[in-house]
């Protein structure tokens, strides 16, 4: 159900909004950069939401295309030619979590449950491929699912990547306060200053930050990593978990499309409202600076769209009672 706007005049800042109900799943999706605005179960958060109108925050709930994570200096390399990308994270000389973040969506299919946004990202400076990006959002008794669907519209291959940008919320508390279990084997580790990839490692090599295959307590570590090689059932899911001391919380799950996740604590200054608020969990089909896969000794996972061809991923969100 689309929600009626205010007036005639005022659309709000985060876009055309539409509610998503099913059993006790409440979700609002904003159409500026499909963004998850707010999921709910019952009176629960499970993600930190954002109002109507107030500016995404923090790339809060935002549909990541056609890169998640950075593209180190906004410089890469594809089919022999060399790139220059804004830098979006200046402060660290990036070009950061894509070109779609801004692109106001347009629903095509929508129901009291569901909906279907589509978006064109057009060739331009850094990114001189046309991608239709068509993205759906389904309530269903076992939780939000969406899923993201890229086609390459132009003449000549392009690289592609996406994901999601939730900020989960186990219950009351903060970061510190949640359990989490994240089944992943090995983690990127970066610089300091600007997190550029350096290499993969065992989680165990730094245990105490980087190691909750068993499930733990978070407490005070920081992390802005990715992880890969995931523990998977026998349908191909890897699922982390995010909870209480009282077993309660909120869980994603993704399919084989998603081969590293972002895992970040939200570290803000203390006092920040946003600080540690809530756990940054982004299944991702390719690891950070993909569009520079060559450049690094592992497999970073980074689509090849050949024209015409389409490719898909999808992720869900749900709570843990």
């Not at 994570?69 to 200046?90: I, K, Q």
């Not at 000389?93 to 973040?101: E, I, K, R, T, V």
Request: aromatic content about 8%.
């Amino acid at each position: 159900m689309t929600i009626p706007r205010t007036s005639h005049r005022h659309t709000p800042v985060s876009g055309t909004q539409y509610l998503l109900r099913a059993g006790d799943y409440e979700a609002v999706i904003a159409s500026v950069g499909a963004s998850l605005r707010s999921l709910t179960f019952g009176e629960r958060d499970l993600v930190v939401p954002f109002d109507a109108d107030e500016v995404r925050p923090s790339y809060r709930g935002m549909t990541l295309a056609p890169w998640p994570n950075r593209v180190v200096d906004g410089r890469y390399v594809f089919a022999g030619v060399e790139h220059r990308l804004a830098l979006t994270e200046p402060e660290r000389g990036q070009a950061l979590h894509g070109l779609a973040g801004w692109l106001d969506y347009v629903a095509v299919d929508e129901g009291s449950s569901h909906v279907t946004l589509v978006a064109t990202i057009q060739p331009q400076t850094g990114y001189p491929w046309r991608v239709e990006v068509e993205t759906s959002f389904s309530i269903q008794a076992s939780g939000l699912t969406q899923t993201v669907r890229a086609t390459n519209a132009s003449a000549d291959a392009a690289p592609w990547g996406t994901g999601p940008h939730p900020y989960l919320v186990a219950g009351a508390g903060q970061v510190d306060d949640w359990t989490l279990t994240l089944p992943a084997e090995q983690v990127l580790t970066v610089t300091p200053d600007r997190l550029n990839p350096v290499a993969l490692r065992p989680v165990e090599e730094d245990s105490e930050r980087f190691d909750f295959r068993g499930g733990r307590q978070i407490g005070a570590v920081e992390i802005d990593h990715a992880y890969t090689s995931l523990a998977r059932d026998e349908k191909g899911r890897v699922t982390v978990l995010l909870t209480t001391v009282e077993g309660s919380g909120v869980q994603v799950v993704w399919d084989e499309a998603c081969s590293w996740v972002q895992i970040h604590t939200a570290d803000k200054e203390v006092g920040h409202p946003a600080h540690r608020r809530g756990l940054a969990v982004e299944p991702m089909t390719c690891a950070p600076d993909a569009f520079n896969a060559d450049s690094y000794d592992y497999e970073a996972g980074l689509i090849t769209l050949q024209p015409g061809q389409s490719t898909e991923a999808s992720w869900r969100i749900a709570a843990i009672t």
